[in-house]
């Protein structure tokens, strides 16, 4: 008989769902949505580096996918799905109150941003990122960052957490625990949202809060007392044991079973964070490095735990036992931006139609569509030229660098202009500096005795923008494979489903059965990789010319 299961993927933008057939891997239907308020730009500041997401978003979106995807499924199908798994973006955490229900979905918070869940990509947290730092190296106890590459993030659940009791008192005294959306998720829809019991997931708590279980979970009160008392406060309403992926919340409340048309016996599965959960849907396997190509990009690796050897990866954003796959040690990398740095010029080629004047709903259509097209013909301009050693020279720290040695203050920076250079030639050379960033990556892993043997990468950008993938085969000087799902994380929320629900016995045979393969391959150009082999040494040496520039301007501010 066949069996069903829904993967869900919470995006930066939206959420996907995908309905999948556990037994053959097809994909049967899938659907995707937007988060209004965040589309209308709310309770965001770019200047600021401050990006909130509305749990209404959340909710609304995720009903209204799973609606229509089981919608367009044949007769029958509802009645066959035996488990439901979702993903998020990370670290996104969000106050919560007694009960587990964000802060935003009461009244007195509806509108206030620091209710809300703090997505990824905020920044402003960097200075409390750097105190955490510098407290674990200094406090007189272990670095509790040795397991995430040695530097705490801007990006990752303490630092948000700092950032927002201090800016906002009323809701540090309301928040009774803090819970990650990939947590939340899954305990929304098992309806067990009380975080005293809140299955917490191995991913996010491993990766971004620096939960390790030789620490006996998360760092000790003693630590945070030195960083901020705050901070040893909310710890004790947090947790101490998490689970790994394939392990069960519970099963789907009544009320949303209901109102889906779907069994009450429907399992839920514990969530992850979406980079994660799509390297397992695209395949991952050891020293394959799998790249999770979107706004920014996650670079995934498994290892054995034995060919580790107890050694702590410099300059990553944490390994993880059980992160990816249950039983090897998960590590990640990435970049801060990468699609976003390709939407940043083409918004500031844009900018005479978003420099804030009311557009009438037709106003508003030929501004998408002209976005729309200037990408398209700066993709294609930029694809005609070959590479060249007098091409403009880019660096691509727009949004802070993530790894190597995480450094979210720093900025990027574009050299070797004229009043020759056009459009298309900075583009290119923005091109070339996501795929030198994506070398850097690669090349710390070696140098810290980590072998990266292949090349797999999944996302919209990897399916439909075919020069920054030849560009990525042509740096690395390896080939890249491109996974033929356009959902993959949530085909790899759909594999966990499986698993959680016992269709399958452990995650590696759920993706043996459900797994989708290739459907592009780029492999390296032989002149190419000459030319960019030569312009690499001098992306390394705009790097540090940068940051000596910017550690300067820090002395003399």
Not at 142 to 148: A, F, N, R, V
Not at 223 to 248: C, G, N
Not at 263 to 269: E, K, Q
Not at 386 to 413: E, F, M, Q, V, Y
Request: glycine letters at 10%; hydrophobic letters at 40%.
């Amino acid at each position: 008989m066949d069996e069903h299961v829904i993967g869900i993927d919470f995006g930066t933008d939206s959420v996907r769902s995908v309905v999948v057939n556990a037994r053959t891997g097809e994909e049967v239907s899938q659907a995707v949505s937007g988060y209004r308020r965040w589309g209308e730009e709310l309770y965001c500041g770019a200047r600021e580096n401050r990006y909130r997401q509305h749990p209404l978003d959340h909710i609304e979106a995720l009903f209204a996918t799973l609606e229509e995807a089981l919608s367009a499924c044949p007769a029958g199908t509802r009645e066959a799905v035996r488990g439901i798994s979702a993903d998020t973006t990370g670290s996104t955490p969000g106050p919560v109150d007694r009960d587990g229900m964000p802060l935003a979905l009461d009244d007195r918070f509806a509108e206030d941003p620091d209710a809300m869940f703090v997505l990824w990509k905020d920044h402003t947290a960097l200075a409390e990122a750097e105190e955490i730092t510098a407290a674990a190296r200094s406090w007189g106890g272990p670095d509790y960052t040795m397991y995430e590459g040695g530097f705490y993030s801007a990006e990752w659940f303490w630092s948000k957490l700092l950032h927002v009791f201090r800016a906002s008192p009323a809701v540090r005294e309301a928040a009774y625990s803090w819970v990650e959306h990939s947590d939340w998720v899954p305990a929304f829809l098992a309806g067990k949202t009380d975080p005293r019991a809140m299955k917490r997931n191995r991913c996010a708590a491993g990766h971004k809060a620096m939960w390790h279980a030789s620490f006996g979970g998360l760092p000790p009160v003693g630590f945070f007392d030195k960083v901020d008392p705050m901070l040893a406060d909310i710890r004790e309403r947090l947790y101490t044991t998490t689970v790994t992926s394939d392990t069960p919340v519970g099963t789907l409340l009544p009320e949303w079973a209901d109102r889906l048309g779907l069994s009450t016996d429907v399992i839920i599965g514990t969530g992850a964070i979406d980079a994660h959960m799509g390297a397992v849907g695209a395949g991952i396997r050891p020293y394959v490095l799998t790249k999770v190509v979107g706004t920014s990009t996650c670079d995934m690796l498994v290892a054995p735990p034995g060919d580790l050897e107890g050694r702590q990866i410099r300059g990553i954003c944490g390994q993880v036992d059980g992160s990816m796959i249950p039983g090897m040690i998960g590590m990640e990398a990435g970049q801060s931006a990468f699609g976003d740095v390709f939407a940043w010029f083409r918004d500031l080629l844009a900018w005479p139609l978003e420099s804030g004047a009311s557009l009438t709903r037709e106003e508003e259509k030929y501004r998408s569509r002209f976005s729309d097209e200037l990408m398209d013909r700066l993709h294609a301009a930029a694809s005609a030229m070959p590479p060249g050693p007098a091409d403009p020279l880019a660096l691509d720290w727009i949004n802070g660098r993530r790894t190597p040695d995480a450094d979210l203050s720093l900025n990027g920076a574009i050299t070797g202009l004229s009043l020759g250079t056009d459009a298309p030639s900075i583009f290119k050379a923005l091109v070339d500096a996501t795929a030198f960033g994506s070398r850097s990556i690669v090349e710390r892993f070696r140098s810290e005795g980590v072998a990266v043997e292949e090349v797999i990468a999944l996302g919209g950008i990897a399916r439909k923008a075919p020069l920054v993938m030849q560009t990525l085969a042509d740096v690395l000087d390896m080939t890249v494979k491109v996974s033929a799902s356009e959902q993959t994380c949530a085909l790899g929320a759909a594999m966990f489903a499986a698993t959680a629900s016992g269709i399958y016995p452990d995650i590696s045979q759920a993706q043996d059965a459900m797994g989708c393969g290739f459907d592009k391959e780029y492999r390296p150009r032989p002149e190419s990789v000459r030319l960019y082999d030569e312009k690499y040494r001098d992306y390394l040496a705009l790097g540090d010319s940068v940051e000596r520039l910017h550690r300067k301007r820090n002395r003399d501010d």
